[in-house]
C-alpha cells in the first residue's frame, strides 16, 4: 500500500509559480499511475492533472492547461505539479492520489491519497 505526502504549497502573488512535489513510499511507485487534485474553500475537489506509470502520457483539466505540468521522477519515487501563471482561483488545497490504473478524472476512481498542501494566491 503506498503512501503520500505532499509538499511544496505556499503563498505566492498572482502571476508566479510554484512546484509542488508528492513523495511516495510503501509501494512500487514505478507500477501507479499519478494524479494532483484541489479543493478551494467551499467547493468540491476537482480534478487537476494525472499522468501514467512511466510519464509518456498526461492529461490535465481545461482550467489549468498551458499552465500546470504535471510530471515524475520514479527513480525519486516522486511526482511534482509545475504551476506557473498563477491565479487567485488557484487558492486550494492540492491533493497527491496514486492508483495501480492509469484511472480518469472523478476522486472515486483513485486510491490512495496523500493529506495535502495549501496554495494560496494573493492578488
Known amino acids: 500500500q503506498v503512501q503520500l505526502v505532499e509538499s511544496g504549497g505556499g503563498l505566492v502573488q498572482a502571476g508566479g509559480s510554484l512546484r509542488l512535489s508528492c513523495a511516495a513510499s510503501g509501494g512500487t511507485f514505478s507500477r501507479y499511475a499519478m494524479g494532483w487534485f484541489r479543493q478551494a474553500p467551499g467547493k468540491e475537489r476537482e480534478f487537476v492533472a494525472r499522468i501514467n506509470w512511466s510519464g509518456s502520457s498526461s492529461y490535465s483539466a481545461d482550467s489549468v492547461k498551458g499552465r500546470f505540468t504535471i510530471s515524475r521522477d520514479n527513480r525519486k519515487n516522486t511526482v511534482y505539479l509545475q504551476m506557473n501563471s498563477l491565479k487567485v482561483e488557484d487558492t486550494a488545497v492540492y491533493y497527491c492520489?496514486?492508483?495501480?490504473?492509469?484511472?480518469?478524472?472523478?476522486?472515486?476512481?483513485?486510491?490512495?491519497w496523500g493529506q495535502g498542501t495549501q496554495v494560496t494566491v494573493s492578488s
Open positions: 492520489a496514486a492508483d495501480r490504473s492509469f484511472v480518469g478524472s472523478a476522486q472515486y476512481e483513485w486510491g490512495y
